[in-house]
């Protein structure tokens, strides 16, 4: 993997940080300024606002706009283009709203011998 390849998916995940997408959820790749992303869509727990159309367009021409970005491949589950607009996949509501998250915390600040 070249240099442009890693600057490319840094930037790439900037963009996704930025717009709190679940990088969970998604597999990010890049070679030769091609980049494949595929996986769920979706925001990270604890984000109210839904992902609607305009800001996925938003997200991918951003990631367009990298540097050294020359195609870019989706293969998202809950989202597809194929009018050259995002939609929502199915008829459904967005999977946003009925993945489920898990909600457990775990307290990483003891010690695994503290009691």
Known sequence: ????????????????????????????????????????LLRIAGVNEELSAPIVDAMFAEIKRIKNVRQVYP???NWNNDSGSWVPAGDKKSEQQTVQRATTVYDITKGSGDK
């Not at 998916?9 to 996704?16: A, D, E, S």
């Not at 597999?27 to 300024?33: A, C, I, Q, Y």
């Open 1 to 40: 993997m070249s240099q442009a390849d890693l600057d490319i998916n840094r930037g790439i995940r900037t963009v996704l940080v930025k717009h709190w997408i679940d990088l969970g959820r998604l597999s990010v790749r890049s070679s030769d300024g091609k980049v494949w992303i595929r996986g769920a």
């Open 75 to 77: 293969a998202l589950e």
